[in-house]
């Protein structure tokens, strides 16, 4: 394999080079060779292209997506076709997927438990089916995921400030992520003594709450780290999303 161009001074060609390695340690390659020169045959387009999205496809824990598909097929290629994958991360399932005879259009359902990890992956998919009289496979160019945690909450303040006596409104949003969206419940935990907040409930497609707080005339006066909690369940099971930070200033009554 070699590659040609056109330089200022004439021609230039490149051997095709590719490095082998014997033994490594760690991430240093220890015991290496060169080879140069790639050997290459001709070879017939595939009979079935698939097109995958070129953007991070985004999957939250507990929220399955649907990855669109679409199907470029020659002349005579109208066989149904499976769609699988190769082996997953942790935690991440593909629902196997049907794509009609004739069909230009498909796609997969991809699921991520609360064990999956956090993060980008790509992962690989292959559709199988029956090609001019053969069973064969296609490859699919690979498609990145990036596995994301449900919910989030956006303040409007991140500090607040209030007499004792008085009342204030702490306002936010709840983020969701990919495909999620089921009701939840936002509360105000590690309030200065003589503070309180009742949780509020933000209905599955709404984003905006506003949580109250309530000071006695002889609540603790100074500073105070509080956390804001978003609640819900994935899979039965509380979510454990990590608390979202408040600073509370409570001033003397006058």
């Known amino acids: ?25 760690g991430a240093l390659a220890t015991s290496k060779i060169t080879q140069s020169g790639l050997a290459a045959a001709p070879g017939s387009p595939s009979l079935v292209t698939l097109k995958t999205p070129a953007a991070t ?61 956090l993060g980008t992956f790509t992962i690989a998919l292959l559709a199988k089916g029956k090609l001019e009289g053969v069973e064969q496979t296609v490859a699919a160019p690979e498609v990145v995921l990036n596995v994301v945690r449900p919910a989030a909450i956006e303040l409007a303040l991140s500090a607040i400030e209030l007499q004792a006596g008085q009342s204030v409104e702490v306002k936010g949003k709840v983020v969701r992520k990919g495909t999620f969206d089921q009701e939840v419940t936002v509360k105000l935990d590690k309030l ?15 984003t905006d709450f506003a949580l109250k707080l309530d000071s006695e005339e002889k609540a603790k006066v100074g500073d105070t780290k509080a956390e ?17 930070p408040l600073a509370v200033k409570v001033n003397a009554h006058e």
Do not use: C, W
């Open 1 to 25: 394999m070699v590659g040609q161009g056109q330089g200022t001074d004439g021609p230039i060609i490149a051997l095709a080079k590719k490095p082998i390695v014997f033994a490594s340690q």
């Open 57 to 117: 496809f985004e999957v939250a824990h507990g929220a399955g997506g649907r990855i669109p598909l679409e199907v470029v097929r020659s002349k005579g290629a109208d066989a149904p076709l499976t769609v699988t994958s190769l082996p997953l991360p942790l935690g991440v399932s593909l629902a196997e997927s049907k794509i009609a005879e004739k069909q230009a259009e498909g796609s997969v359902v991809i699921n991520a438990a609360p064990e999956a990890p």
């Open 192 to 206: 200065p003594s003589g503070v309180k907040a009742e949780p509020v409930k933000v209905a599955a497609g709404a």
């Open 228 to 244: 804001i909690a978003l609640v819900f369940q994935v899979a039965k099971k509380d979510y454990p999303l990590p608390p979202t």
